[in-house]
T-cell receptor, first 110, second 112 residues
Framework: SAVISQKPSRDICQRGTSLTIQCQVD?????MFWYRQQPGQSLTLIAT?????????ESGFVIDKFPISRPNLTFSTLTVSNMSPEDSSIYLC???????FGQGTRLTVV | GENVEQHPSTLSVQEGDSAVIKCTYSDSASNYFPWYKQELGKRPQLIIDIRSNVGEKKDQRIAVTLNKTAKHFSLHITETQPEDSAVYFCAAKNSGNTPLVFGKGTRLSVIA
């Protein structure tokens, strides 16, 4: 199974700023997935990141707010832009095999 | 697209009793059904999964059953222990490069 490294593990950010979350996989994968888990809620897919093309966003998520990069087959970043307290969540990346997640990034916006 | 319903949202059982969590899905093409356990402050951890070519899978005190005709699958935990207390999520997907769709979760409390 793939080993997924995600960082930072947590951060506290000021509203209006941006945070970039990194996800590194130890093997080449076609698809990477970014999820959000709001407090007390389930996991919701933000977008699918396919190397060499623009990410595909789910309803309710837009590129301007959550830009994603996928420069190669082992790495992706998710940026949470112009943050507000409502963005406080756990953000998780996963790969196409999908059984496993990165460690998650616990984001608190103050 | 796929829609996964999970019940109950909360479940309390006495230590030693069994716990059952049920999920239904809508997409008949789904063929992979994992279950995750999430403890407070941690990421979801895969505890068991089942594919559509089998009807049941067991791993020690944990088992999952799948009924493809009815499009539902269930998690069974026997001889529950306090350390089983957590939030459990079911999920479903079909083959290929499609993402998992999650149920809303069940908060299980095992009372000693």
């Amino acid at each position: 199974s793939a080993v997924i490294s995600q960082k930072p593990s947590r951060d506290i950010c000021q509203r209006g700023t941006s945070l970039t979350i990194q996800c590194q996989v130890d093997s080449q994968v076609t698809m990477m997935f970014w999820y959000r888990q709001q407090p007390g809620q389930s996991l919701t897919l933000i977008a699918t990141a396919n190397q060499g093309s623009e990410a595909t966003y789910e309803s309710g998520f837009v590129i301007d707010k959550f830009p994603i990069s996928r420069p190669n087959l082992t790495f992706s970043t998710l940026t949470v832009s112009n943050m507000s307290p409502e963005d406080s969540s756990i953000y998780l990346c996963s790969v196409q095999s999908e059984a496993f997640f990165g460690q998650g990034t616990r984001l608190t916006v103050v | 697209g796929e829609n996964v319903e999970q019940h109950p949202s909360t479940l309390s059982v006495q230590e030693g009793d069994s716990a059952v969590i049920k999920c239904t899905y809508s997409d008949s093409a789904s063929n992979y059904f994992p279950w995750y356990k999430q403890e407070l402050g941690k990421r979801p951890q895969l505890i068991i999964d089942i594919r559509s070519n089998v009807g049941e899978k067991k791993d020690q005190r944990i088992a999952v059953t799948l009924n493809k005709t009815a499009k539902h699958f269930s998690l069974h935990i026997t001889e529950t222990q306090p350390e089983d207390s957590a939030v459990y999520f079911c999920a479903a997907k079909n083959s290929g490069n499609t993402p998992l769709v999650f149920g809303k979760g069940t908060r299980l409390s095992v009372i000693a």
